[in-house]
């Protein structure tokens, strides 16, 4: 399943990435703007930012874990 | 993966609910430029991943099998990923609103002590004998006439099933965010199609892991902050008591898994623990886990027998998991959402949701939960989840289509020998011809949506008294080709005519279940578990009359007749018996502490 091919993994580490950066960056906008809540609940507690966080660094992990052309057992 | 809205659909088994699917009509959500981003990029993705795993589908055992070199994770949560649609989540949300954590059982005991059955007993003779199919599998322990029953049934099940699916997604779709029906419908199917008939299984298989993590990432959050509102487990619990004791909330045991499982009346269901542990937990459950192609097909995919073993375990920690995603959230809505003037809100049976009533159905609790946790960006991806889901349900059907139309249809009864390229070819034209009819069953359910009833229980015919059939044929040596005809065609006879007894006759609940009291949940359990009893028995008669096949020619596919391969030792931490007694004992934790 690995050989010389593109792991999954890595397929899924690049979008987290993406959406990790789209989705923090909103959250980060949203604290410096000081934007309303739009509506949700809780939204004091500012899940976009570490949602967004934790999205980003689980796709890190895998994107530079499983990135094409490292060497694998 | 059946795909069905139905709650007693959602682990893929068959149900008996009302089918179709009645939301209220102004969209639940609007999504911003950000969501329509998040969504948009996961196609991107999909289709990146097809495009570029093109080149290594050109032979039929990379096309049809992913090359078999799948590791154990990978099959593992492809295993669980087929058959977690996203019509099953919310219908299984809604029903953990209305029903409470009985839900659960779906997920635990219909689900857990098959999977490793499948994992540790059954796995070796599907993996030794190098069958490509289920179907393939009969044909080799049973003949040619068993093989082409089952793969008829199967593929002309398969493609209605996606196609039920298809318009019910779209009907969620046009519901939750005012989507036209024909723009989902044409968008997702495409999507699928192009990424099947370009990657084949291996395509669909990385997909599938794909959207896995997706549906974790989208709707995770969803019982997470409903845990922080509520304050905890036991702060939900309290809420929920309140609500009972003012009458807000209709008095129930919403938190406990068997207490009121001692009589038919005492719980919502209508059901008695003996249907649940016999019913779900045995027939229905491995009927499905064990012998439905559509998920098997994901674990005969794995590299070597071991991963082969290994990738039910895995699947079942996730699948033990899943309720967390699902049924939480569902609960939750119990006590935290409310109405714009701050009163409880109350969902309600499909048939009182009706347009111009202002009321929302039960099936609309999880994205009714999204939209009040979910802040811009996060509901993209939360909707993200649920088309994931989707395709990912769509995507097993086709590719399950694609193999049994190809290797046990095509192959055996029209163009027997041919290039192997040929063969890939077929099923590349049959990925695409699968979603072809599965659109036009899409909108033949628009227009008669009674069909998805119909649909409904014909698949449920034919799965239990296919799970008789193979484990006589797995574990009886005596058991004969007629044995394994007469067992499967008498057995699904059974099935139907206790449907149609029923049908005609509401009043026969009370001999099919066992209890006047039983409602049509318990139906399906009972009638699935008749089915697999007469099935074996039929098997069992019919082979004393004729002659067993010799020993040496069952090597491979029978228990006690088999050479299992030797494995190279690893140590304790990967080793599928070490995992599987975990799972079961975490298996065991959940329900006693949910007792």
Not at chain 2, 93 to 108: E, F, R, V
Request: charged letters at 10%; one cysteine or more; aromatic letters at 14%.
């Amino acid at each position: 399943m690995h050989s010389s091919s593109i792991s999954i993994w890595f397929f899924i580490g690049v979008l987290l990435v993406v959406y990790g950066a789209l989705i923090t960056g909103y959250g980060v906008f949203e604290l410096a703007a000081g934007l309303p809540a739009h509506h949700v609940v809780l939204a004091n507690l500012h899940a976009p930012l570490w949602w967004g966080g934790l999205l980003e660094t689980l796709g890190l992990f895998y994107a530079v874990r499983f990135r094409p052309g490292r060497a694998r057992k | 993966m059946f795909g069905l809205l139905t709650a007693a659909t959602a682990a893929g088994f068959p149900g008996s609910l009302p089918a179709t699917l009645v939301f209220s009509v102004a969209p639940l959500a609007r999504l911003g430029t950000l969501d329509l981003v998040v969504i948009a990029l996961y196609f991107v993705m999909v289709l990146w991943i097809g495009f570029y795993l093109k080149g290594r589908s050109n032979t039929s055992e990379e096309f049809f099998m992913a090359g078999r070199e799948m590791t154990a994770w990978i099959a593992g949560l492809s295993f669980v990923s087929a058959n977690l649609g996203s019509l099953e989540l919310m219908g299984w949300a809604g029903s953990a609103y209305q029903y409470g954590i009985l839900a659960t059982h779906w997920y635990w005991i219909g689900a857990i002590p098959a999977m490793l059955f499948l994992g540790m007993v059954m796995m070796p003779f599907y993996y030794v004998c190098k069958t490509h199919s289920v179907p393939g599998y009969l044909k080799l322990r049973y003949g040619e006439g068993a093989r082409i029953v089952s793969a008829v049934s199967f593929a002309f099940m398969t493609v209605l099933m996606s196609g039920v699916n298809m318009f019910a997604m779209a009907e969620v779709m046009r519901v939750v965010l005012g989507w036209d029906l024909n723009f989902s419908i044409i968008v997702s199917s495409l999507a699928v199609a192009a990424y099947v008939a370009l990657g084949g299984l291996r395509s669909a298989i990385f997909n599938e892991v794909l959207q896995f993590i997706l549906i974790w990432g989208g709707a995770l959050l969803v019982p997470i902050l409903g845990l922080v509102e509520t304050h905890g487990w036991t702060g939900f619990k309290a809420r929920l008591a309140a609500n009972i004791a003012s009458g807000a909330t209709p008095a129930g045991d919403y938190t406990h898994l068997w207490r009121s499982m001692g009589h038919f009346a005492d719980n919502p269901m209508g059901i008695h623990w003996t249907g649940i542990v016999f019913g779900l937990g045995f027939a229905i459950s491995c009927g499905y886990w064990t012998t439905d192609f559509l998920v098997v097909q994901r674990v005969l995919a794995a590299n070597s027998l071991r991963s082969a073993r290994l990738a039910p375990v895995i699947g079942s920690f996730f699948k033990m998991a899943v309720p967390f995603i699902v049924i939480l959230p569902g609960l939750l809505g119990l006590v935290v959402l409310q109405n714009s003037d701050g009163s409880l809100m109350h969902l309600v049976g499909q048939n009182l949701a009706t347009p111009g009533s202002g009321l929302h159905s039960y099936n609309e609790v999880l994205p009714l939960m999204m939209v009040r946790y979910l802040a811009p960006g996060l509901l993209g991806l939360g909707i993200t989840a649920l088309i994931a889901g989707f395709m990912s349900g769509m995507a097993g059907n086709v590719s399950a289509f694609s193999a049994v139309w190809t290797y046990d249809i095509y192959q055996p009864l029209i163009v027997k020998k041919a290039r192997d390229e040929h063969y890939v070819s077929v099923g590349r034209w049959a990925t695409i011809i699968g979603v072809i009819i599965s659109i036009g069953t899409a909108y033949l359910v628009m227009n008669a949506q009674g069909i998805m009833d119909y649909v409904q229980a014909l698949f449920s015919f034919f799965i239990s008294p296919l799970l008789g059939v193979v484990l006589m044929g797995m574990f009886w040596k005596r058991a004969t080709k007629a044995g394994g005809f007469w067992g499967l065609l008498i057995g699904t006879l059974t099935s139907i005519g206790l449907w149609a007894w029923v049908y005609i006759n509401p009043a026969a609940l009370r001999y099919v279940a066992l209890s006047p009291d039983a409602k049509a949940m318990a139906e399906n359990m009972y009638r699935a578990l008749w089915s697999v009893i007469v099935s074996i028995l039929v098997t069992f008669v019919v082979s004393l009359f004729g002659k067993a096949r010799p020993l040496a020619e069952l090597n491979g596919l029978v228990y006690g007749a088999t050479v299992l391969p030797v494995e190279e030792p690893v140590p304790f931490y990967k080793n599928e018996w070490f995992w599987t007694v975990i799972a079961i004992v975490i298996f065991l934790a959940l329900n006693i502490y949910f007792w």
